[in-house]
């Protein structure tokens, strides 16, 4: 091991986990160096270490962690019997100062009471992942409570009118850069977040992405009071908003159809939209309002052929429209008296094929609604291109 080259030993170290990483430091001098290479360090997951607490966390910090790391995942105690504080401020502000380049944050599980604000987070945060982990009342707000001193005062007099008129300029869309600037917010599995936490992405100006699944107390009057329109001072609410992502699929009911209703209001600026659950098709109905639509995703849903074509028929700007793990039902055939009505099924059966009176392809047709829903989209369409990704049909048991 001694005559190889030090890139080859730091390729063969990278397959290590973190814990396996500070074990292979104690080996010798030079392994503790190589072990220390920031290269090692630039993607860092700890949730599948068990029985990480905070003084490890400080232990990597100061020895390990440094000006390489780029994403840090993390898993807290919220779920375990120890409990106690995972996160402190003083760990944050240390983890912003050693990590500069700290672009991606993941957090699993994790009790995030006890922080005041998420202004705490690493300011080069550009991605904030939460999955099942609890949140304050104000934890998306944009200012921190603090006592200012004198000359802080002196300062915030003195700028009183800079400051109106840097309102009056964000009022009208040219704002400022502030001190968050995450550009993509997934949520999974967070049941505190509420209207007022989404009333408070508002303020956010870097914010892009915005992905909710399993957020049962977001509602439709949430959305619509922070969808992207046309105010008495320019354009209020998420405007800088491209991508949004709504979906329930661990319970079934109204939830997802209160909070999908809101995208009735019409999104301005909004050009891709994620759908999935149990229930999709009340959203599926308002997304026609959606003018800047282009790319639409429906998932883990079950939709007929009508329930799309009365939907996206309406969006001409739409250039990608995927479907992933959804479930098709057939078209309903109304029962047919024998010696009545032959003439009629013979012409729409005819319609429905394109003028083609094979009886096996009238049998696919109405079996399989893929291939009739790609020639109604190719007519309504022309421009949006079709993705399946493994998709059912779901056949009639007569």
């Given at each position: ?38 290269r ?10 068990k ?60 009790d ?42 002196a ?24 001190g ?41 009057n ?104 959804v ?16 003439g ?7 319609e429905?094929v ?45």
């Amino acid at each position: 091991m001694d005559y190889f080259p030090e890139d080859i030993l730091i390729d063969v170290l990278s397959y290590l986990s973190v814990r396996e990483l500070v074990r292979a430091g104690r080996v010798c001098r030079r392994w503790r160096r190589l072990v220390n290479d920031q290269r090692l360090w630039r993607v860092v997951d700890l949730t599948a270490w068990k029985g990480v607490t905070s003084r490890i966390l400080w232990v990597l910090l100061r020895q390990f962690l440094g000006c390489g790391l780029r994403c840090l995942r993390l898993r807290g105690l919220l779920l375990s019997a120890r409990g106690g504080t995972f996160l402190s401020e003083s760990w944050l502000k240390a983890l912003s100062k050693k990590c500069p380049r700290l672009s991606k944050l993941y957090l699993l599980h994790a009790d995030l009471r006890s922080l005041p604000s998420c202004q705490l987070l690493p300011t080069s945060l550009q991605v904030l992942e939460l999955r099942g982990c609890e949140l304050p009342q104000g934890f998306f707000d944009q200012s921190l409570p603090s006592s200012p001193g004198p000359q802080e005062r002196a300062n915030a007099t003195s700028s009183v009118g800079a400051q109106q008129k840097g309102r009056g300029q964000k009022r009208k869309g040219h704002s400022s850069p502030s001190g968050i600037s995450i550009e993509r917010l997934v949520l999974n599995n967070v049941p505190s977040f509420t209207d007022q936490h989404l009333q408070s992405l508002t303020s956010w100006e870097m914010l892009s992405r915005l992905e909710l699944r399993d957020t049962f107390r977001v509602t439709a009057n949430g959305l619509r009071s922070c969808a992207a329109k046309d105010g008495v001072c320019g354009v209020e609410g998420l405007f800088r908003l491209k991508f949004l992502e709504i979906g329930i699929t661990g319970r079934q009911g109204y939830q997802l159809q209160m909070a999908s209703l809101g995208l009735g209001a019409g999104w301005l600026g909004l050009e891709e939209l994620s759908l999935g659950g149990k229930e999709v098709g009340p959203g599926l109905l308002c997304a026609n309002r959606l003018k800047d639509l282009k790319c639409l995703c429906l998932w883990s849903c079950t939709l007929s052929k009508m329930q799309i074509v009365r939907s996206c028929g309406m969006l001409r700007g739409l250039r990608r429209l995927e479907f992933l793990d959804v479930i098709f039902q057939p078209q309903q055939c109304p029962p047919v008296v024998e010696g009545e009505g032959d003439g009629e099924e013979e012409q729409d059966s005819e319609e429905a094929v394109g003028g083609d009176n094979s009886n096996d392809e009238n049998k696919l047709d109405t079996n399989d609604p893929i291939p009739s829903l790609r020639r109604s989209l190719a007519v309504l369409l022309p421009r949006c291109s079709l993705v399946f990704t493994n998709c059912s049909v779901r056949i009639n048991s007569d």
